[in-house]
C-alpha cells in the first residue's frame, strides 16, 4: 500500500496474516497534469523496496492528486501480477470502510490540502478540501491566499498593518 502526495510515497507491505513487512519512502506520485512526474520510474523504485522474491496480489494506493489512471498505468507496469487500485486520498472511502472498526465519526485528512470527513448513517459528509474551487482554507494554497489578500488590504490601507509588510 503507499500514500502519496507530490512530494513523496510513504510505502507499507503488509502480509495476509496483517503483519508488517517492510516500510520505505520514495518520491511523489501525485500531481495535478500527467507526465509532469516519472511516475514509472518512481513505480520500479516501489517494486525494488519488496524485498526477496515475495510478489505483491494487490497494490493499493492512496493518491494527492488527480493523476490517478497515470498512476495506475505505471504500478500495473512495476506489479504486473497484481490488482492494482487506486484512489484519491481525499475521496474518504478508505476512512469509510474502517470507521466502524475503528469507532470514529470523522477525520481529518492534512497534507499539501486538508479534507474534513464525517460519517453519519452510513454515508460520507465533507466539510472544506478538494481545491480551491471548493475551498480548502487550511491548505498551503488556502493559507499563502489568506496572506496574499491580507497584504493587499494592508497596502490599500483597508486593514491594519501587521508583520506580513516586513
Known sequence: AGDSGGTKTNCILVSDNQEILTSFVIPG?????????????????????????LNPELVYFSLGGPNTEEVRKALQHAFPNAHVHIEREANGTLLSEIAHILDIQ????????VTAV??????RRYA????????????????GMAAVKKY???IDGLEPESRLKE
Do not use: Q, Y
Not at 106 to 113: D, I, N, P
Not at 118 to 123: L, Y
Open 152 to 154: 493587499l488590504r494592508e
Open 118 to 123: 464525517g460519517f453519519h448513517n452510513g454515508s
Open 29 to 53: 506520485m501525485a500531481s495535478l497534469h500527467e507526465g509532469t512526474l516519472p511516475c514509472m520510474d518512481i513505480a520500479a523504485e516501489a517494486a525494488s523496496g519488496i524485498p526477496g522474491k
Open 106 to 113: 470523522g477525520a481529518v485528512l492534512a497534507g499539501t490540502g
Open 128 to 143: 472544506e478540501g478538494w481545491g480551491p474551487v471548493f475551498g480548502d482554507r487550511g491548505s498551503g494554497a488556502g493559507t
